[in-house]
Nanobody, 124 residues
Framework: QVQLVESGGGLVQAGASLRLSCAVS????????MGWFRQAPGKEREFVAF????????YYADSVKGRFTISRDNAKNMVYLQMNSLKPEDTAVYYC?????????????????WGQGTQVTVSS
């Protein structure tokens, strides 16, 4: 059974940093691409960041480019999202997801396993 568990969310002020972690069990992530998504109240789930199986390719939503960094440690079966210069509009539940493909995708339907999410709240 594949499980993804996010951690590291919290309440911070604008301009602060947070590091989200995603621990994966039941599957060795070294062969899979991974992504982070987020969903704010009343809004659809949106793509945040993607990292390919090796960590050699990353993609970001325009809204977070230059502020967020996705990384992975395949030996530990972990994926991370470093979030700097946080803004109130970054407030959302953040989800880690395991892609069933290797190529870049920003579409939630291309990810087959999801975590339960971790809340990030940024106050102004």
């Amino acid at each position: 059974q594949v499980q993804l568990v996010e951690s590291g969310g919290g309440l911070v002020q604008a301009g602060a940093s947070l590091r989200l972690s995603c621990a994966v069990s039941g599957r060795t992530i070294g062969s899979y691409s991974m992504g982070w998504f987020r969903q704010a109240p009343g809004k659809e789930r949106e793509f945040v960041a993607f990292i390919n199986w090796s960590g050699g390719s990353t993609y970001y939503a325009d809204s977070v480019k230059g502020r967020f960094t996705i990384s992975r440690d395949n030996a530990k079966n972990m994926v991370y999202l470093q979030m700097n210069s946080l803004k109130p509009e970054d407030t959302a539940v953040y989800y880690c997801a395991n892609s069933f493909g290797r190529t870049y995708s920003a579409r939630p339907r291309d990810y087959d396993y999801w975590g339960q999410g971790t809340q990030v709240t940024v106050s102004s």
